[in-house]
């Protein structure tokens, strides 16, 4: 018996199948990740720029009728919204899938804190310049989550702020 497994120790011919069959589940798991993690890092990415341009949007739109004090009209409000969603005020298509009109708030404040808000365009204003906030809360649904592996469902957050000087 010992002569026959000697014979079978020199013998090297299942060497690559084993090694790899150790090591594919782990180049799986890294090919995979960085899949997910660049799908995460760009929706991350398109959730912050839309914030930032939506808020840029609402700091350009005229005062009268859009603001009224310290409010935002319910009709502005919407194409804020629409903007950050969609990239467009009459909104289309959502830039991340699952990014629903409800995922998106549109806050906005006054500022007293500084001597111009309350001069110049903020004239009208008694309460100072108003300071719009836009931010966005988004599901983001992992390329994987479906399968069951990890979590299913994450949250993208993201919020911009601008004066509002629109003429």
Partial sequence: ???????????????????????????????????ELGNFFLSEHVVQKSVRDASRYAARLSIS???TGC???????QRIRNVARTGAPDGSTARLRDWSDEDTDVTIECDTSSSWASGGTYAN??????????SATVPYNTLF???????ATLNLNAQSQAAVFGA
């Fill in 1 to 35: 018996m010992m002569a026959g497994s000697r014979r079978l120790f020199p013998d090297c011919r299942g060497n690559a199948a084993a090694e790899l069959a150790l090591s594919l589940p782990i180049l799986l798991i890294l090919l995979f990740g960085a899949f």
């Fill in 125 to 134: 204003f008694p309460d100072g310049a108003p300071v719009i906030t836009v």
């Fill in 65 to 67: 009728p859009n603001y």
């Fill in 145 to 151: 989550g479906a399968a069951g592996i990890g979590p």
């Fill in 71 to 77: 409010d935002v009209s319910a009709d502005a409000a």
